[in-house]
């Protein structure tokens, strides 16, 4: 069966300093990838997704980058977080060119300080 | 671009009352169509989709949906609450490679 697994769970860091947020998933090949993103009160912002190696599309532009170097593997990277960057970061995954499944992983809680 | 739109923000109902979350879309041709629940620091938790085939969908947990084309609205219903239904609920839609979120509606319930 397939898993997606994300972390850390919680990230607390201070403004200015680098982010590197991992997800992986495993049992299946080619995902499509996501990054979203929370805000206390709000839906989810897509950020990144990817449909293969090397293929980020960025749905918004931002203080963030992602960054996909191996088939089940997806980063979220920042070289300066800024206090607006806090956040619930959740990584999804779906079957390559299907779209009527969604997994996500549990979500890291981050909060720039 | 696909859109959903989740009327109400927060629904609060008593415990073993109706429940009722609405969710409309905007799409041009028939979509795939979710319901995700969502509890505290955790990540989303499919409740059920519409894949074209029935138009009465059944999901976990005693929740069900059904998909109205004339109203572009998939409504999430449950008869009973239950206090381990308060959580937030994402209506979504997909399409090729993305999918579309509303903004989540809160359910409270109320003992």
């Known amino acids: 069966s397939q898993t997606i697994h994300q972390w850390p769970a919680t990230l607390v860091q201070p403004v200015g300093s680098p982010l590197s947020l991992e997800c992986t998933v495993e049992?299946?090949?080619?995902?499509?990838l996501y990054w979203y993103r929370q805000a206390a009160g709000r839906g989810l912002q897509l950020l990144f997704y990817?449909?293969?190696?090397?293929?980020i599309s960025s749905e918004v532009p931002q203080n963030l980058s992602a960054s996909r170097p191996q088939d089940r593997q997806f980063i979220l990277s920042s070289k300066k977080l800024l206090l607006s960057d806090s956040g619930f970061y959740l990584c999804?995954?779906?079957?390559?060119?299907?779209?009527?499944?969604?997994?996500f992983g549990s979500g890291t809680q981050l909060s720039v300080l | 671009a696909q859109s959903v739109t989740q009327l109400g923000s927060h629904v609060s109902v008593s415990e073993g009352a109706l429940v009722l979350l609405r969710c409309n879309y905007s799409s041009s041709v028939p979509p795939y169509l979710f319901w995700y629940v969502q509890y505290p620091n955790q990540g989303l938790q499919l409740l059920l989709k519409?894949?074209?085939?029935?138009?009465l969908v059944k999901g976990i947990n005693g929740f069900e949906a059904e998909f109205k084309k004339s109203e572009t609205s998939f409504h999430l219903t449950k008869p009973s609450a239950h206090m381990s239904d308060a959580a937030e609920y994402f209506c979504?839609?997909?399409?090729?490679?993305?999918?579309?979120f509303g903004t989540g509606t809160s359910l409270t319930v109320i003992p």
């Open positions: 999804a995954w779906s079957p390559g060119n299907y779209n009527e499944k969604l997994f």
């Open positions: 049992g299946t090949s080619n995902p499509n």
């Open positions: 979504a839609v997909s399409d090729q490679n993305q999918f579309y």
């Open positions: 519409y894949t074209s085939a029935a138009t």
């Open positions: 990817s449909v293969g190696i090397g293929q």
